[in-house]
């Protein structure tokens, strides 16, 4: 038995007025997704349990099986496991993100206008020249995403994500730790200009201390692999010790190269993984930009260049099953996560399931399944 989930970021998201009253899931042309819904069980998944923040990192992690109330403990953690940091025990990591904010103190772009790593990476290590040492760190990640490792007791403070701060005023941390924070963050303002970009400071947030958890082999007895162009999908991958593949031209973007991940899934599953998860961020770039247009291309995307050629390819090589849903929704009228429960799918190739409809309206009275059941139901007999 082959297994795939599928993970279109950020992809639920309520009826929309231009739309007709449709979702984007409703709205796209996904032909064959729906006849996998028609002949699998949709329902609802709890994917953010109640009282922890709606980031991809925790609803990922509920998605590769996982209770986020035992093994979350921040966000910027398992982003440096996937930059192979290994911290010690008193060692915090926070996410550094490059940020534009306005003269007059508004959030103007939480992704610093996306620059490329490259570039980014330039700014990351003056800000260690300047404003690093042994004990504070920068590390460069992907784009606009970094990491800074920091002494423990820095831990101990309330910051906002920046992506629930779009075109609002930016509220800086607080709490005993924030004016070490605050500082840096102050500092980075002279720094981060000089490199042209639209990006002019950086933004703490998401900290914790390097989460403990099982090796999926071990939770569940089977081999599993992943790709993603995102570094906490990545680092959840690297602390539960799945192969996690590199695909040329992922770029996290709505220009990902969605062929790419459907064939390092099959490639996978075929040199002997049981299971590949694929995540493709586009839908989740698209909701935060409020970009209607794009989110339902990427999801048209998913379904001709991901879904069709995936049960194929499957199909050919034995029995299977899939499970789809994503992380959280993204709705593009709010420019943001929420808490909500989203649709999820499960399909057995060879078993006629219920069969049903794969949006949020169709699972809307379905009562939602803890997230992290879900793959329980997909590999265990
Ligand atoms: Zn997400």
Redesign the pocket.
């Known amino acids: 038995m082959k297994y795939v989930v599928c993970v279109p970021?950020?992809c639920a998201d309520e009826p929309i007025d231009a739309l007709g009253g449709r979702t984007p899931l409703e709205a796209a042309s996904m032909p064959v997704l729906a006849s996998l819904a028609a002949r699998g069980e949709v329902g609802r998944a709890a994917v953010i349990p109640p009282g922890l923040p709606p980031?991809?990192d925790v609803?990922?992690m509920s998605i590769i099986g996982y209770d986020p109330t035992a093994y979350h403990t921040g966000r910027a953690p398992i982003e440096a496991a996937a930059l192979g940091l290994k911290l010690r025990t008193d060692q915090v990591a926070y996410r550094c993100n490059l940020v534009t904010v306005g003269a007059d103190g508004t959030m103007l772009d939480f992704a610093g206008g996306h620059p490329t790593s490259e570039a980014a990476a330039e700014v990351i290590a003056a800000l260690q020249g300047e404003l690093g040492s042994d004990e504070v760190v920068f590390h460069p990640g992907v784009q606009y995403r970094h990491i800074l490792v920091a002494p423990g007791e820095w831990a101990d403070a309330e910051c906002t994500p920046p992506h629930d701060l779009s075109d609002k005023p930016a509220i800086w941390p607080t709490g005993p730790a924030a004016s070490k924070l605050q500082t840096l963050m102050e500092a980075s303002r002279d720094i981060v200009p000089r490199f042209g970009l639209a990006a002019n400071q950086v933004w703490f947030w998401g900290q914790g201390f390097q989460p403990v958890m099982p090796a999926f082999r071990d939770a569940y007895g089977i081999e599993a692999g992943l790709c993603t162009a995102?570094d906490l999908v990545r680092g959840l991958g690297v602390l539960t010790d799945m192969n996690v593949v590199e695909v040329e031209g992922a770029t996290g973007w709505f220009d990902t190269n969605y062929e790419g991940k459907r064939d390092a899934a099959l490639a996978t599953l075929a040199a002997g993984a049981d299971l590949f998860l694929v995540h493709v961020?586009a839908s989740?770039e698209a909701g935060h930009a409020g970009n209607l247009e794009e989110k339902v291309t990427a999801l048209e995307r998913w379904d001709d260049r991901i879904l069709r050629g995936l049960v194929e390819g499957l199909d050919a090589m034995g029995p299977w099953r899939l499970l789809l849903l994503?992380?959280?929704p993204?709705p593009v009228r709010l420019k943001t996560?929420t808490t909500d429960s989203v649709p999820y799918l499960l399909v057995d190739a060879a078993i006629d399931g219920p069969g049903g409809i794969y949006s949020e309206p169709a699972t809307a009275t379905s009562i939602a399944r803890p997230g992290h059941s879900l793959m329980g139901r997909l590999v265990l007999p």
Do not use: L, R
Request: charged residues 30%.
């Open positions: 970021d950020g980031g991809s609803g990922n995102v961020e989740d994503p992380d959280h993204t996560h």
